[in-house]
């Protein structure tokens, strides 16, 4: 039953109907035993004790007992700006104060909702977290999971080719903790989702979610469920901007930072326990998500890169050799005094300078914000984004049809305008991998003959570029990050030139139905 619930969806209520059925037939076969062994032998004088099953009526009594049940730790969490308050301590408005000489952030901390019994005054909002500790000990005491960790300490590093990231300079820049036998390393992974499954019509609510990896087991175990660690989900309905994103990660962080330097946890080796020390080594998330975990500043801003320092004004710089990559300890040292500032307006003066505002993760000072940050490949490579702009957006390597002979592969839409169906897809005829290698070198010239200057030091128009910059997601909440502004005469040259380019830019993209979407 309880494989039934959390395994395949099986609400509660049904799964408790269920179980109360189970517990009936199982009664009624007792019963039908006992007047069945009556009947055949009615001169028995030996009772027969009628023996009722000890089976729950509620699937929650049976996840306790096999202690499938997570430890939740459950706090208040203010409505407007995220702080946490401990349940046992809740006031009636927040307190919080964004500087030392700002105003109580003053929001309701409390409401009354009907129930049942009546109107009850309940939190206007809960936020859950796990226990770290007790997953640690259901995690380790698994058969073969301390096995699979061994791996770690036992491997030794490729000095040519990196096969995982045991091979890493960033696995061996914590010295020897990576290879203390008794340590663990995680990678900390955050995102944000719809719970409602992205309808394109319909409301649309923000959930962060935030785990923890084990990376001390083997590449193809990593991301199992059963060994990915659920830390927390940010409350619903927004997504937190890039000054609120601290209060939900700090219990969160406090965990982390007292198990690094050691706890007693229980394992299947080491049932009396045995000491274990946690270090979280990369952050993983898209860019927009890093941007606010770590208190970069976003897109618009002067210094708009999470890891080099090219200002807006280079954005279009493709030269390698002048991307000077941060430091991780300027960055935290600018996040510190960031912290520190007494005043919105020195916060700001320090946001202009460097960029980076205070995070929750500074403080684990053990991992270099810059060096230990990483893109998430899944909406660069696994959602295939780069081919679908390469094939789709810029129609690169295909080849419109307008003959006749290929009616079966091509149609045409009522204006005119050739497209590609399913089937021109799977023709291998219809794409000229070819003409892919000579657009690439085309580009390659192009990019040649027109210096790779930085634009500070060269501000001219471009006659390759057709399509304005898109503005930078509204969920991001970065209101500090809109001190750059456009050039004036940026969009009041060449209109007819540019209109010209658009059109033909649509009309190449236009080849691309949504059915071969």
């Known amino acids: 039953m309880v494989w039934l619930h959390l395994a395949c969806g099986l609400s509660r209520a049904n799964a408790d109907r269920l179980m109360k059925a189970i517990h009936l037939l199982i009664s009624l076969a007792i019963n039908f035993g006992r007047l069945l062994v009556k009947l055949q032998h009615p001169n028995l004088a030996v009772e027969m004790p009628l023996q009722t099953p000890l089976i729950p009526h509620d699937v929650r009594t049976a ?35 964004e ?50 960790i061994d791996k770690s300490y036992d491997h030794n590093p490729s000095p040519d080719v990196m096969h995982t990231i045991w091979d890493s300079p960033a696995w061996q820049s914590l010295g020897s903790f990576t ?60 997504e937190l901007s ?6 939900v990660s700090d219990p969160i962080i406090d965990r982390l930072q007292a198990l690094f330097h050691g706890k007693i946890i229980r394992t299947r080796r080491h049932p009396d326990g045995i000491a274990k020390c946690v270090a979280v080594l990369p952050v993983i998330a898209d860019l927009m998500a890093i941007r606010k975990v770590l208190g970069f500043a976003g897109i618009k801003a002067h210094n708009f890169c999470s890891f080099c320092n090219l200002t807006h004004a280079e954005m279009d710089c493709l030269d ?28 700001n003066e320090i946001f202009d300078q460097h960029g980076v505002r205070w995070s929750a993760l500074h403080r684990l000072d053990y991992r270099d914000p810059v060096q230990h940050t990483m893109l998430g490949m899944m909406h660069n490579w696994i959602e295939g984004i780069l081919q679908h702009h390469a094939r789709v957006k810029w129609g690169i390597g295909v080849i419109p049809n307008r003959s006749k002979d290929h009616q079966d592969h091509g149609q045409t839409s009522k204006d005119g305008t050739p497209h590609i169906t399913l089937a021109a897809e799977t023709n291998l005829d219809f794409m000229d991998i070819d003409m892919l290698d000579e657009e690439l070198a085309d580009l390659e010239a192009e990019r040649q003959a027109h210096s790779d200057t930085p634009s500070h030091l060269k501000r001219q128009h471009s006659e390759s570029s057709t399509d304005p910059m898109d503005e930078y997601d509204e969920h991001d909440g970065d209101g500090g990050d809109e001190d750059f502004q456009p050039d004036s005469d940026s969009d009041s040259e060449d209109d007819e030139e540019t209109s010209e380019l658009l059109d033909a830019v649509r009309n190449a993209t236009s080849i691309f139905n949504k059915e071969a979407l």
């Open 99 to 148: 500087t030392a000489r700002s105003q109580p952030c003053g929001a309701k901390l409390w409401t009354t909702r009907s129930t049942r019994s009546g109107p009850r005054r309940v939190p206007c909002w809960l936020y859950s977290t796990q226990d770290f500790d007790s997953w640690l000990e259901f995690f380790l005491s698994r058969p073969g999971i301390e096995d699979l």
């Open 63 to 97: 996840i306790t007992t096999l202690s499938l049940d997570p430890k939740i730790i459950r706090s208040i969490c203010c409505p407007k700006c995220y702080a946490i308050y401990s349940l046992n301590r809740i006031p009636e408005t927040c307190g919080r104060r």
């Open 179 to 238: 290879t203390t036998r008794g340590n663990l390393t995680f990678a900390y992974f955050i995102d944000w989702f719809n719970p409602l499954l992205n309808k394109t019509a319909g409301k649309t609510i923000f959930c962060g979610a935030i785990m923890l990896i084990c990376l001390n087991l083997p590449y193809e175990l990593q991301h199992l469920v059963e060994n990915t660690f659920f830390a927390g989900i940010t409350p619903p309905p927004k």
């Open 242 to 247: 890039v000054t609120t994103i601290t209060a």
């Open 320 to 347: 390698p050799s002048y991307w000077h990559a941060r430091i991780g300890s300027n960055v935290r040292q600018a996040a510190i005094q960031w912290q520190q500032a007494q005043t919105k307006v020195k916060r």
